[in-house]
């Protein structure tokens, strides 16, 4: 069976895009960037790239703790100050994915892919950042649509915070992209969840609920949950923490609280895309 894989290696390849008026200098990738504009309906612009580079988007399989290890879903990626004001691409996930695993990760493909760092596992918190090595150093601003097999993709525009009755998308490696799942709740909740057999109290999250669909399943955790702006641009809204009532109630951590937590930044269309090939 196929999964989602990151982005085939290409010549050049078409990214999205951070603002122009981003706070952070150019990233330490390189000095050169590409400027461009976020207008609606647009779905990326153009990025030179090397040819052993290998960009990955949200949505996407990784096995935590070795190739053969259960897996997880990476979401969204964001930029991360470091103490000269540049900035470094990370991704998030799902805490609970390193349980009884070591800190490495590894592709759907079985290739060493990087390493998790500040990974947050706490009563209101359930989150990870994913620090690529040399091939897949940068996360892109895209997250992957359609089932677990397609290649089809979105470019984030921005984040929301969706109302009681709002629906969202949620796109896992498991189940793959389900639509249409309405909010339950906007005030984060607490829930009783399980780490196999141990039952466990996970608070900060909010609900969703789409009858008769499976919505998340196991391994779909970590991955991204999103408003469709357009057939090309989507907003943030949260991370897969888990699920309920036979995978149809999705459970996930609001990204403005996650954003905040880590002081990092949303990598989005706006963004000014480094040109890692120099």
């Keep these: 069976m196929k999964f989602r894989m990151p982005f085939t290696v290409l010549a050049t390849l078409t990214v999205a895009l951070v603002s122009p008026n981003s706070s952070y200098a150019d990233s330490e990738l390189s000095a050169a960037s590409i400027p461009k504009t976020c207008g609606e309906g ?3 612009t ?7 580079y290998q960009p990955q988007g949200g949505g996407v399989k990784i096995h935590v703790g070795g190739p053969n290890r259960d897996y997880c879903t990476t979401g969204f ?3 991360k100050p470091d103490a000269e004001g540049n900035r470094d691409p990370y991704s998030l996930t799902a805490a609970h994915c390193t349980i009884g695993n070591t800190r490495d990760v590894y592709t759907g493909e079985g290739k060493f892919l990087g390493n998790l760092t500040d990974i947050r596992y706490t009563l209101t918190q359930d989150s990870a950042l994913l620090k690529g090595n040399e ?5 892109t601003e895209v997250v992957f649509s359609g089932g677990p097999e ?3 993709s979105l470019t984030v525009r921005g984040q929301s915070t969706p109302a009681k009755g709002d ?3 949620a796109s896992g490696a498991t189940t793959g992209e389900v639509c249409n799942v309405a909010l339950k709740n906007t005030v984060p909740k607490c829930v009783k969840m399980y780490e196999g ?3 466990v109290d996970r608070c900060g999250l909010i609900e969703a609920y789409r009858p008769g669909k499976t919505v998340v ?3 779909d955790s970590g991955g991204p949950v999103y408003q469709k702006k357009d057939a090309y641009t989507v907003n943030a809204v949260g991370i897969i923490i888990g699920g309920g009532n036979d995978g149809q109630t999705l459970y996930y951590e609001p990204i403005a609280a996650v954003l905040q937590s880590y002081g990092v930044t949303l990598a989005t269309c706006w963004d000014t895309v480094p040109n890692i090939c120099e």
């Design 42 to 44: 647009e779905h990326s």
């Design 46 to 52: 153009r990025i030179a790239l090397c040819e052993e």
């Design 77 to 79: 990626g964001v930029w």
């Design 135 to 139: 091939t897949y150093k940068y996360f």
């Design 150 to 152: 397609s290649s089809k």
């Design 167 to 169: 629906t969202v998308c």
């Design 197 to 199: 057999d141990k039952p």
């Design 217 to 219: 399943d196991d391994g």
